[in-house]
């Protein structure tokens, strides 16, 4: 019983190892699709990678080319799918951050700092994950000069509601006076807590649906790899009629998920300040 699932095994782990290296070296995904660019060079490799390593680890655990490659085809999306969850959760992790680094801009108005400064101390002391942000603006600061036009590039990098409202009112409050910006960042500040508030908690109540409905989509195709070391099942899949059924059951995964995504996803703040 060893000797026969050795193999297989150790093969899964070396191509679930060269799947890593290679997803975990991309870019920014989202970035990508959201741009009018080209797919680079090393999406296309690990888009190579990841259908070369599930359909060879597929077809020894299931010595059937029609299963193997269904599965293969539907694996492809991982690598997407991954980098896009990455990206969504370092978005929220700055949304997030974002109440701190208001309260930090309040702090440092109150002890008679100006806007531009607080904003630069923030590349140092402010929340990690907005540091490189406000490093660009320090940065952006130093060679443009521009107030306005570095917080208004920023803002179109970060892509963000809360952002957008930040920045606003930093852009507002240096061009008439700053005298009650600490009471606008104060009531902007608790906004936000609001809303990333209700956000998560409508996120935890519905996350468990989305799980049950990713694992309702993963276990027919776990179940037919079990079934698969029978070898009635790969004959019979090895029909044209099996093939058939194989194809229908992809694409009606695949149109699932994206359903399910659809419905599942908390739709984003819209930038009425764009």
């Given at each position: 019983?060893?000797?026969?699932?050795?193999?297989?095994v150790?093969a899964?782990?070396l191509?679930?190892?060269g799947?890593?290296v290679?997803?975990?070296?991309?870019?920014s995904?989202?970035k990508r699709?959201?741009?009018?660019?080209?797919?680079s060079s090393?999406?296309?490799?690990t888009?190579?990678?990841?259908?070369i390593?599930s359909?060879f680890?597929?077809?020894l655990?299931?010595?059937s080319?029609?299963?193997?490659l269904?599965?293969?085809?539907?694996s492809?999306?991982?690598?997407?799918?991954?980098?896009?969850?990455?990206?969504?959760?370092?978005?929220?992790?700055?949304?997030?951050a974002?109440p701190e680094?208001?309260?930090s801009?309040?702090?440092?108005?109150?002890a008679g700092?100006s806007?531009s400064?607080?904003?630069?101390?923030?590349a140092?002391?402010?929340?990690?994950?907005l540091?490189?942000?406000f490093?660009?603006?320090?940065s952006?600061l130093l060679?443009?000069?521009?107030?306005?036009?570095?917080?208004l590039?920023e803002?179109?990098r970060l892509?963000?509601?809360?952002?957008?409202?930040?920045?606003e009112?930093?852009i507002?409050?240096k061009?008439f006076?700053g005298r009650?910006?600490n009471?606008?960042?104060?009531?902007?500040?608790?906004?936000?807590?609001?809303d990333i508030?209700?956000s998560?908690?409508?996120?935890t109540?519905f996350g468990?649906?989305?799980?049950?409905?990713l694992l309702?989509?993963?276990?027919?195709?776990l179940l037919?790899?079990?079934?698969?070391t029978q070898?009635s099942?790969?004959?019979?899949?090895?029909t044209p009629?099996?093939?058939?059924?194989?194809?229908?059951?992809?694409?009606?995964t695949?149109t699932?998920?994206i359903?399910?995504?659809?419905v599942?996803?908390?739709p984003?703040a819209p930038?009425?300040?764009?």
């Open positions: 019983m060893f000797e026969q699932f050795a193999l297989p150790f899964g782990l191509a679930a190892l799947s890593y290679a997803l975990f070296n991309l870019g995904l989202n699709f959201k741009s009018d660019k080209k797919v090393r999406s296309a490799l888009l190579i990678i990841t259908l390593s359909y680890t597929t077809f655990l299931t010595s080319e029609a299963i193997s269904a599965i293969a085809t539907l492809a999306a991982l690598p997407f799918l991954i980098g896009r969850g990455r990206n969504l959760k370092k978005q929220r992790e700055r949304e997030v974002w680094a208001i309260d801009l309040v702090s440092a108005l109150q700092i806007i400064e607080a904003l630069t101390q923030l140092m002391h402010g929340p990690k994950v540091r490189p942000s490093a660009q603006i320090q952006d060679s443009l000069g521009n107030f306005e036009q570095v917080l590039k803002k179109r892509d963000s509601a809360i952002s957008d409202q930040v920045f009112t930093l507002i409050s061009d006076g009650d910006a009471n606008a960042l104060r009531l902007l500040a608790e906004f936000v807590r609001e508030a209700v998560e908690e409508i996120r109540k468990w649906i989305r799980n049950s409905a309702a989509t993963a276990a027919p195709w037919l790899i079990l079934l698969s070898d099942t790969v004959e019979i899949y090895s009629s099996g093939a058939l059924v194989l194809s229908l059951g992809v694409v009606m695949a699932a998920y359903w399910m995504e659809k599942g996803s908390l984003a930038r009425a300040l764009r």
